[in-house]
């Protein structure tokens, strides 16, 4: 079956652009996760959610950050005013429940903001 | 907390030797153990988990890892190295009754023919 899908899958903006990413999770997955991978690190958490709600939000480095889930399957990551220091690989990742499930990560979105 | 820490950035070994990337780990409760494998453009693969009984653990593609507790390690190992192993390997951890994953910063590993 279909894996996770993010699109797009590379974004160019300019600093202080508004942008969206999105994630399309595996059909029937009720947990989904967002990562942030720096060049050279380690992907780090942001927010997770299970169901439609948000569970843990304590990696969102700021208010600028912002995420969605409103029918508790596609995801939207929102980033405001943008800044050189968000440029990243955005991943996002879906298990059928949370703790002893998998996690499926998708391929990632490239943030570039110049 | 819990954190993660990969021992070398980079890797290089010959086609057909032994691989061995390295993790140590900090929790301050019984952990969950993660490998994943990451390939140019391609999203994380899990290799291979730890969460309780056996502490030796085998995964896909002929890769397994140890969990010693003693030691807080977690060690990926391959007794012999293919070409298609060349890929950047993240060792993660997560609270027993947590959630998240906490990634260490990867190990590229290269494969010499």
């Known amino acids: 079956g279909a894996g996770v899908s993010q699109t797009p899958s590379n974004k160019v903006t300019e600093k202080g652009k508004y942008v969206e990413l999105r994630c399309d999770p595996i059909?029937?997955?009720?947990?989904l996760y967002w990562y942030r991978q720096s060049l050279g690190q380690g992907p780090e958490f942001l927010i997770y959610?299970?169901?439609?709600?948000?569970?843990?939000d304590s990696g969102l480095p700021n208010d600028r950050f912002f995420a969605v889930r409103p029918e508790g399957s596609v995801s939207t990551l929102k980033i405001q005013r943008t800044e050189r220091g968000d440029s990243a690989v955005y991943l996002c990742?879906?298990?059928?429940?949370?703790?002893?499930?998998?996690?499926?990560f998708g391929p990632g979105t490239r943030l570039t903001v110049l | 907390a819990q954190s993660v820490t990969q021992l070398g950035s980079h890797v290089s070994v010959s086609e057909g030797a032994l691989v061995l990337l390295r993790c140590n780990y900090s929790?301050?409760?019984?952990?969950?153990l993660f490998w994943y494998v990451q390939y140019p453009n391609q999203g994380l693969q899990l290799l291979l988990k730890y969460t309780t009984g056996a502490t030796l653990v085998k995964g896909i593609n002929g890769f397994e890892a140890e969990f010693k507790k003693s030691e807080t390690s977690f060690h990926l190992t391959k007794p012999s190295a293919h070409m298609s192993d060349a890929a950047e390997y993240f060792c993660a951890v997560r609270k027993s009754s947590g959630d998240k994953l906490t990634f260490g910063t990867g190990t590229r590993l290269a494969v010499r023919p």
């Open positions: 929790s301050s409760v019984p952990p969950y």
């Open positions: 959610f299970q169901g439609t709600g948000a569970a843990d």
């Open positions: 990742a879906s298990s059928q429940g949370a703790r002893n499930n998998e996690q499926f």
């Open positions: 059909s029937g997955h009720t947990a």
